[in-house]
């Protein structure tokens, strides 16, 4: 194996597939990305055996097909460390790989291609292709709200859901549940579910583009999800469980409607939040006559007051909330006013834009606490 390539060039698909990489890992190779020169394509891969990514570059015609893993960290390391603008030659001698870039020169110890756990492409149930900024979009809408090393291992992840021509992702603690959903040009015949774990989330969620309308190609097979542009594939294993019907935690018929503005409920909320219980972040809303008031009280006996005014002419109400869950919320919304819909003081709460939004249509639901 043979090749040479701009530094650049080289460091920006090995920085995709590094960061899924274990550091602890079970087994050597693990710690290690495959490098695999085919035609004039060169291709880098990383597996922590969940979550695979592999980056593609086109490379000119001086090179020498091949493949061997080597160390993803010391690889990194070593192309961060080389100057701007510098060429990288890389050979393989003696099951060595051999680094030059002016005058260094390194040699790192390779583990074979074939000890590598790579995931074999398999056919998916369902294929659509969308712009990857929305999809994006509807991650960052609900990521916040997934539960981390819950015994109910399907809530460690997100459900994508494909009904129609709509993409609808939901994920949920127990304690707080975000609903993201976009039209899409695409036709599903029949609901199609599947949970991607946590970790897949964080690690498409850092791939997905924001600018333009570049487009990627989404296979969702029975136990695979696979994410593909001309620059890189992620893959990820499906957590195999049943996601809980998420439809029946939506309150129905709340009365009591509270708008108001995001920023000075989220400033509120983040100054009051300061005074809270460490452990519980819990605060009271009491909501009247175009009023809001939120109280915050700690074992110190401190206490934060602040008010809001706001459109509401329901019923007064006094509710808990944990403030964190709040400022997730306002904090995630691009609207300029919020909606706050409740039912009594003992219900929970739906969350959700003020007015409409070009970006997925959202909803955010709390429950209460006890204070």
């Known amino acids: 194996m043979k090749f040479s390539v701009p530094r650049e060039d080289l460091l920006k698909p090995l920085m995709l597939v590094a960061g899924v990489v274990e550091k602890r890992q079970t087994s050597p190779v693990l710690g290690n990305v495959l490098i695999k020169v085919v035609g004039n394509r060169l291709s880098l891969t990383g597996t922590d055996r969940e979550v695979e990514i592999v980056g593609r570059l086109p490379l000119p015609d001086m090179l020498v097909d091949g493949e061997i893993t080597v160390s993803a960290k010391k690889l990194v390391d070593i192309c961060k460390s080389l100057p701007d603008d510098s060429q990288i030659e890389c050979s393989l001698e003696d099951a ?189 809303l009491q909501a009247e006559n175009n009023l809001l008031t939120i109280v915050a009280n700690n074992p110190e006996q401190e206490e934060a007051e602040e008010r809001v005014d706001v459109n509401y002419q329901g019923e007064t109400l006094e509710i808990g909330f944990n403030v964190s869950y709040l400022l997730d919320v306002v904090n995630v919304l691009d609207s300029e006013n919020v909606q706050i819909i409740l039912s009594d003081s003992n219900s929970s709460a739906l969350i959700k834009e003020g007015q409409e939004q070009s970006g997925p249509e959202t909803a955010y639901v709390i429950m209460p606490m006890r204070l």
Not at 131 to 141: G, S
Not at 166 to 183: C, K, P
Not at 251 to 258: D, E, H, M, Q
């Open 96 to 284: 060595r790989l051999i680094i030059k870039s002016g005058r260094s020169r390194f040699v790192l110890s390779t583990l074979p291609a074939s000890d590598f756990p790579a995931t074999e492409p398999a056919p998916g149930d369902w294929s659509f292709s969308c712009p990857q900024q929305q999809v994006k979009a509807l991650i960052d809408a609900t990521a916040f709200a997934m539960a981390q090393q819950d015994v109910r291992y399907y809530l460690n992840g997100m459900l994508w859901e494909v009904e129609g021509n709509n993409l609808r992702l939901v994920s949920t603690d127990g304690h707080r549940m975000a609903i993201a959903s976009q039209s899409l040009d695409i036709d599903m015949p029949e609901k199609m579910q599947a949970i991607l774990p946590r970790k897949g989330v964080i690690e498409l969620s850092r791939l997905l583009n924001t600018d333009g309308e570049l487009s990627i190609q989404v296979t969702l097979g029975a136990h695979h999800i696979r994410v593909e542009t001309s620059e890189y594939t992620f893959t990820s294993k499906l957590i195999d469980a049943k996601f809980p019907p998420y439809e029946n935690v939506l309150p129905k018929g709340g009365s009591n409607i509270l708008l108001g503005d995001r920023l000075a409920l989220k400033q509120a909320f983040g100054r009051v939040a300061i005074l809270s219980n460490e452990k519980y972040r819990g605060v009271r």
